[in-house]
């Protein structure tokens, strides 16, 4: 196959035109790639320009997940997924914990991190030290970036000096703390990391001017975010787990889905398939509102080896006759700005939802990620998954 030159040039019907001549797609496959394309020429082409390239729109089924009783507030839950059974199994948690408290949410804290990697020849104690001088400086500096960010509640709230050079020679990090309100933040952190690292090296430069200046590598958030986390706890009385099909002794239901849940805790290989439930009903909320999914996996499955082990985001405990089951995630995600607030369908999930702050969506997406693993264990401990999976797999070949 030869190679296309100039292809991000052509417009979308030229590009077509291009793929045709080249034998790549037929003129069936012109009809197909049309036919997907949105009917009204502003938003195919708002489409066009999101990303490069573009020659269709890709169309994923957009649901809404009725009746979550998230801390006593009931949602309707926009979810975009290609999975069958997954809109099902979160609806079917949904009814169920409604009649028991429904799901119980806590934003435990909501920092995100920025780096600024660089080498530099000197001494690491006098870099640490002369980190509380300039902090303040990069403070000022950052100014003009942060100031609309700092009226809303959010900013720079912290800096550390973290020392690299036992790893690989000379190597330092400055890792800068963010508050970003309802943004999910990052174009916002990374203009002040750009800034900030600029101004770190003629910082240092000036104040250590026998060494030569910091080498900055690179500056960038980072999808890792221990302290952006949220809680979400379901809780009953072990013999209030009736109306399960093919759980006939509630206390039986309990014991083996405390056994299903320390499996996940304890070996990887199901910690992952379980996680990975987990992100089926995150994900879905994640793209529904405009969100970025591959930071959000990211971060969370980071957070699920935290401990030198890959392990699942859930804990049971069952004391007594207490059954309750805890989701923590880490979870960076934003109400304003981005696609959030470009895409016509993510602000209507948004709307849908009564127009969430972050922190409110984080609480939300969690507690559809528990609903979604929870119906997938009761699922596996009972009649397995196949039977719910084949019958829509029926439904969709007629
Ligand atoms: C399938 O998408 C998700 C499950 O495998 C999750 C699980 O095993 O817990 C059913």
Not at 84 to 100: D, E, G, L, M, P
Not at 141 to 156: F, K, L, Y
Not at 335 to 358: D, E, F, K
Request: include cysteine; charged fraction near 20%.
């Amino acid at each position: 196959m030869d190679p296309i030159e100039g292809f991000t040039r052509l417009s979308a019907d030229e590009k077509l035109d291009r793929l045709l001549a080249d034998g790549l797609i037929g003129p069936e496959d012109i009809e197909l790639i049309l036919s997907f394309r949105h009917t009204d020429p502003l938003v195919a082409g708002f489409f066009e320009r999101m990303t490069e390239n573009v020659v269709t729109s890709y169309h994923l089924p957009y649901s809404i997940s009725p009746n979550f009783l998230i801390n006593g507030k009931t949602y309707h839950v926009p979810m975009v997924t290609e999975e069958s059974s997954i809109v099902a199994a979160a609806s079917w948690s949904a009814k169920f914990w409604r009649s028991r408290g429904g799901f119980l949410t806590t934003v435990l804290d909501e920092i995100k991190v920025g780096q600024i990697h660089f080498t530099w020849d000197g001494q690491y104690h006098q870099l640490a030290e002369y980190l509380q001088v300039f902090q303040p400086l990069l403070i000022d500096e950052s100014r003009h970036i942060t100031a609309g960010m700092d009226a809303r509640g959010g900013g720079i709230t912290g800096m550390e000096m973290v020392d690299f050079s036992e790893e690989a020679d000379h190597l330092y990090q400055l890792r800068v703390s963010f508050l970003t309100a309802d943004a999910m933040g990052a174009n916002f952190i990374n203009s002040c990391l750009e800034l900030m690292a600029g101004r770190l090296r003629d910082h240092v430069a000036a104040a250590f001017p026998s060494v030569p200046p910091p080498e900055i590598i690179m500056a960038i958030l980072s999808n890792y975010t221990p302290n952006c986390l949220v809680s979400c706890t379901v809780e009953c009385q072990s013999k209030d787990l009736t109306g399960i099909r093919g759980a006939d002794d509630p206390n039986q239901f309990a014991r083996r889905f405390g056994l299903a849940a320390r499996i996940a805790e304890i070996d990887p290989y199901r910690a992952v398939t379980h996680n990975k439930g987990i992100f089926n009903g995150i994900d879905a909320v994640i793209l529904a509102t405009g969100n970025d999914f591959r930071a959000v996996e990211a971060g969370g499955h980071a957070w699920a080896a935290k401990d030198g082990k890959y392990q699942s985001l859930t804990r049971i405990e069952q004391t007594g006759d207490l059954f309750r089951y805890t989701l923590t995630v880490p979870m960076a995600v934003g109400t304003v700005g981005g696609l959030t607030s470009a895409h016509p369908l993510a602000r209507l999930s948004l709307r849908i939802l009564g127009n969430p702050s972050a922190r409110e969506l984080m609480q939300i997406a969690a507690a559809a990620g528990m609903a979604n693993n929870f119906s997938a264990v009761k699922a596996l401990i009972t009649n397995g998954i196949q039977e719910g999976h084949m019958k829509l797999h029926k439904r969709k070949s007629h």
